[in-house]
């Protein structure tokens, strides 16, 4: 008989609300011979201040034995900045190589946008998890002083880009529209933007059947509120990745309904599913949240364990919630939980 | 009597066109007294397949004797990403020391935006010019190779970022809503990200009167979309500063209508106005680029050397046109310098 052992990080603010709709859907989608087993963890905020750990080895051995892992939000204005993000979220992103970082961007009908003219949204972003900016290479000199001087270093590596633009070139191939779009910067970050666009180039030979693009960052943030149909999937960088999927999320109803995926395609890791949307203290604890976006990530979870038609019924049910309510969260978080949870069922 | 000894450098694509009408509009806005002399450069596509130089030394030295420079745009398929990008523009941003990169969002009235609901968006973005990853610190191993290694530094200094920082809080001081909002990735890029912040609030100490926020920049886009009102003038980083001032033009009116400074505040080195936009080679010598994204460089041109009440009055001109025909470049090209030369003389 088929299980899913699941790890389960409700984390900070509305995390634990989202979550727990999540999980209700989870156990109303699932069949009846697949046993779902959970075990929750306690990271985040609390923990870091009774503790002072974030994410420990231990933690790490423990959270490898899960078929997949799904978070809700991590961070809290009472821990510095910085603290819980390189601490936890991006410790977990890099000690499990989940170097395909998956966010889906569809305008659902019904569903606001703050653009004119309900344009057609339907993309992917692939960005990359384990490079780039995101490294934690870099320092500071004489800090505090007047000579202060502070570093990142971007690192790309041809095994990195490469294995992510793989992912991307068949995740394209396998849409209707067949279209990748290469989103850099490549004319003034001359070295990684070489690095880059040679490889998506080279990748390119193999996949004759996928139409590729090439867009500069800061264009692309111009296109995405200007003509968002053109694109289909896009493959960049970590931090270009960060930027233009908050805008992607913001144009195609919002961060209360994008999802994402952490993912290690090798499975040699867990992949960890969340939300794009932070704790969001200030609605935490009120039934206010929506936890569609935490849905979603359910959905892209069971979607990389194989349960296809599972991913589909969750995508479907949040659809017709969505259009139903027009986009917003008239009712409450477990509201809308157990309105999707009766639909997937169904 | 006064003068002003201006460069001219038309560039590649439209920026001959848009520049033409810049140059018309600025004879007719300058009072009698005000000697106008201009030296026209062939820097661009052109002179680099003819010589291949793209920026010389004996250039910097001509362009150096200058009260101000006006840019078109540089930049042409023909020539690799990159080339003209880091051999021109940023080769005399960084010579030039144009440490403010000022780019004024405004949405006129009239004007077609891509957000519903007509927002009202008037802030300015002060964009550090002269460090970040734009240094060209970095380099490549193992080039072409499997083990290829891109590596990209973001170089920021205290000296690089106090007065950057310090410039912004005399903007936002100077307007009426006086807000500041310094937008980083401090979460993820905390060795710079600290410094920014630290600087920030301790120069915010000088500034009682105005309020400050800090956005991370990928929650930026989002309120850029959602609630653009918001914003009064923002400090940001030269990556940073790139991407969202493109996304800020888009939503205030696209980039027919985006201005900037390439500022050196002391005045040691001419400064430089040119369009955010490119030199959009597809459109290039057919009379449809809007040229009023140079004429409002003009207009920054003119308050940089002190000329307020010219560049208010060339501001209150492109408003006045833009309302009229819709925010559309309905007219040609040249037909809308001259109307804004009409107006302007008026
Ligand atoms: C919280 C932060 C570390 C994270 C990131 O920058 O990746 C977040 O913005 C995201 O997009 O998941
Ligand atoms: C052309 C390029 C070098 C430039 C930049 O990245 O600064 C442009 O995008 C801009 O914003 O002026």
Redesign the pocket.
């Known amino acids: 008989s088929r299980s899913i052992n699941l790890a389960v990080i409700p984390g900070d603010g509305i995390g634990q609300e989202v979550v727990a709709e999540g999980l209700k859907v989870l156990s109303a989608v699932l069949p009846q011979d697949v046993k779902l087993e959970t075990k929750e963890y306690d990271f985040g905020a609390r923990r870091y201040h009774a503790t002072g750990e974030t994410l420990t080895d231990a933690d790490l051995d423990e959270l490898k034995q899960h078929d997949a892992i799904l978070l809700g939000a991590i961070g809290d204005p009472s821990v510095p900045s910085g603290v819980l993000e390189r601490g936890f979220l991006l410790k977990l992103r890099f000690a499990f190589d989940h170097h395909v970082n998956l966010r889906p961007s569809k305008l659902l009908p019904g569903v606001a946008t703050p653009l004119a003219g309900q344009p057609e949204i339907d993309f992917v972003v692939v960005r990359e998890g384990t490079e780039g900016p995101y490294t934690g290479n870099g320092g500071t000199i004489r800090k505090g002083t007047p000579h202060e001087v502070a570093t990142e270093v971007s690192v790309n590596t041809a095994f990195g880009v490469e294995r992510v633009v793989r992912d991307a070139f068949a995740r394209a191939q396998a849409r209707p529209r067949k279209k990748l779009t290469l989103v850099h910067?490549n004319?003034?970050l001359t070295f990684a933007g070489h690095l880059w666009t040679n490889i998506f180039d080279k990748v390119a030979e193999e996949y004759p059947e996928v139409t590729t693009d090439y867009i500069?960052v800061?264009a692309a943030t111009i296109y995405l509120v200007t003509q968002p149909e053109r694109f289909d999937v896009i493959v960049t960088d970590n931090l270009f990745g960060d930027i233009i999927t908050d805008l992607a999320a913001a144009v195609s109803g919002g961060i209360g309904v994008a999802a994402s995926g952490n993912i290690n395609p090798s499975g040699e890791f867990p992949s960890m599913f969340e939300p794009v949307h932070g704790s969001a203290p200030d609605i935490a604890g009120q039934g206010k949240a929506d936890p569609s976006a935490t849905v979603l990530s359910v959905a892209l979870l069971l979607r990389h364990l194989g349960y296809e038609a599972e991913a589909t019924r969750i995508e479907d049910a949040v659809s017709a919630d969505l259009a139903e309510r027009g986009g917003l969260p008239a009712r409450s978080t477990s509201a809308i939980g157990d309105a999707l949870a009766v639909r997937v069922a169904g």
Do not use: G, I, S, Y
């Open positions: 910067k004319n003034v500069h800061d």
